[in-house]
């Protein structure tokens, strides 16, 4: 998919009404609130998840990230949170899209794939074409699958932009990018990758809260890239 002109942001970890207000007023298209995770930075309680997307007005986009991997469960976690998508953290059977088609009527399907893990064969790109057809958008972000203790999601940690751009060139769905992004390296990134939408979470956070002065920064960071 070509790069846009301008590319969307999501504002991932908010921990609370405030900071959705904060993150909706400079900027943020979309907002990420963070269910169980095996690791990483932003959980909050599924009651926490259900305020704030009640809280966030249209046209803002709320997705709840879940390391889930069965169906039934991703809807019912998405149900009650009253989200409008879902962010697969972990890979998960090729049926669980198709279940959460029927189950998920009108939200968004969003699955990350991390850039440098252990996939096998093709590596990340091989996934990345392999989930495309199935979901609304390819997230690119930094994990480590496998091991005693998952890294799905809030490194802070960059990967290779050069494999995130080529990944971006072959698939047709919206490409995200996460991992490690900052107000000083984002117009690089951008440039780089040239991705539909970034997602960040630490690289805009002081002492674990939500700076506006560092948001502010990011998103004037990511502008800059020619049209």
Same mark, same amino acid.
């Given at each position: 998919?070509?790069?846009?002109?301008?590319?969307?942001?999501?504002?991932?970890?908010?921990?609370?009404?405030?900071?959705?207000?904060?993150?909706?007023?400079?900027?943020?298209?979309?907002?990420?609130?963070?269910?169980?995770?095996?690791?990483?930075?932003?959980?909050?309680?599924?009651?926490?998840?259900?305020?704030?997307?009640?809280?966030?007005?249209?046209?803002?986009?709320?997705?709840?990230?879940?390391?889930?991997?069965?169906?039934?469960?991703?809807?019912?976690?998405?149900?009650?949170?009253?989200?409008?998508?879902?962010?697969?953290?972990?890979?998960?059977?090729?049926?669980?899209?198709?279940?959460?088609?029927?189950?998920?009527?009108?939200?968004?399907?969003?699955?990350?794939?991390?850039?440098?893990?252990?996939?096998?064969?093709?590596?990340?790109?091989?996934?990345?074409?392999?989930?495309?057809?199935?979901?609304?958008?390819?997230?690119?972000?930094? =994990?480590?699958? !496998?091991?005693? /203790?998952?890294?799905?999601?809030? %490194? +802070?940690? $960059?990967? &290779?932009? @050069?494999?995130?751009? *080529?990944?971006?060139?072959?698939?047709?769905?919206?490409?995200?990018?996460?991992?490690?992004?900052?107000?000083?390296?984002?117009?690089?990134?951008?440039?780089?990758? =040239?991705?539909? !939408?970034?997602? /960040?979470?630490?690289?805009?956070? %002081? +002492?674990? $809260?939500? &700076?506006? @002065?560092?948001?502010? *920064?990011?998103?004037?960071?990511?502008?800059?890239?020619?049209?």
């Amino acid at each position: 998919m070509g790069a846009p002109p301008r590319p969307r942001l999501k504002v991932c970890c908010v921990g609370s009404v405030e900071e959705a207000r904060l993150a909706v007023r400079l900027g943020a298209d979309a907002l990420g609130l963070v269910g169980p995770m095996p690791s990483g930075p932003g959980v909050i309680a599924p009651e926490q998840i259900a305020q704030i997307a009640r809280s966030v007005p249209p046209p803002i986009a709320t997705w709840l990230l879940t390391s889930c991997q069965d169906a039934d469960e991703i809807a019912r976690q998405a149900d009650a949170a009253g989200v409008t998508a879902v962010q697969i953290m972990d890979r998960v059977d090729v049926g669980v899209y198709a279940r959460l088609r029927q189950a998920l009527p009108g939200r968004r399907i969003v699955q990350v794939v991390h850039v440098g893990a252990a996939y096998g064969r093709g590596g990340a790109a091989a996934e990345a074409e392999a989930v495309a057809p199935h979901v609304d958008a390819v997230l690119l972000d930094s =994990g480590r699958l !496998g091991g005693a /203790v998952p890294e799905l999601g809030g %490194t +802070g940690r $960059a990967h &290779d932009w @050069a494999v995130s751009r *080529a990944i971006r060139e072959r698939l047709s769905v919206p490409v995200f990018l996460a991992g490690g992004l900052r107000p000083d390296n984002v117009a690089g990134a951008v440039a780089q990758v =040239g991705p539909f !939408g970034l997602d /960040v979470c630490s690289g805009v956070r %002081t +002492g674990g $809260a939500l &700076d506006g @002065a560092k948001l502010a *920064a990011f998103v004037r960071g990511a502008g800059r890239q020619d049209p």
